[in-house]
């Protein structure tokens, strides 16, 4: 099925960046064409939708709260997803996740659209 593997969390000051990897493996999710998309989890709180773009790499769509700051973006030769981050905020700390919709090339904000996730990568903004 393939997996994903998240990279580059850390810990930053707000007004910071940072840029998430996302290296599929075992299935090229990327140069196939799939959706896919980053979702992030605080402490305390659900899953909740950052951003994602199509299979294609024309269509891209983000959270409210992210917009305008960060940017979803793919590497097709590479495989690889990625996700810059820009004037990070504290409340934009969590856990961050990729995943990927292998059945389709559609973009979607609804998690249980993906079937495949990476195991996370922590990412907290200090005020």
Excluded: H
Aim: hydrophobic share 30%; net charge positive.
């Amino acid at each position: 099925q393939g997996r994903l593997v998240e990279s580059g969390g850390g810990l930053v000051q707000a007004g910071g960046s940072l840029r998430l990897s996302c290296l599929a493996s075992g299935r090229t999710f990327v140069s196939n064409g799939n959706g896919m998309g980053w979702f992030r989890q605080a402490p305390g709180k659900e899953r909740e939708f950052v951003a994602t773009i199509s299979g294609d790499g024309d269509s891209t769509v983000y959270a409210d709260s992210v917009k305008g700051r960060f940017t979803i973006s793919r590497d097709v030769e590479k495989n690889l997803l990625y996700l810059q981050m820009n004037n990070l905020k504290p409340q934009d700390t969590a856990v961050y996740y990729c995943a990927a919709d292998s059945r389709r090339s559609d973009w979607s904000r609804k998690d249980y659209n993906y079937d495949v996730w990476g195991q996370g990568t922590q990412v907290t903004v200090s005020s």
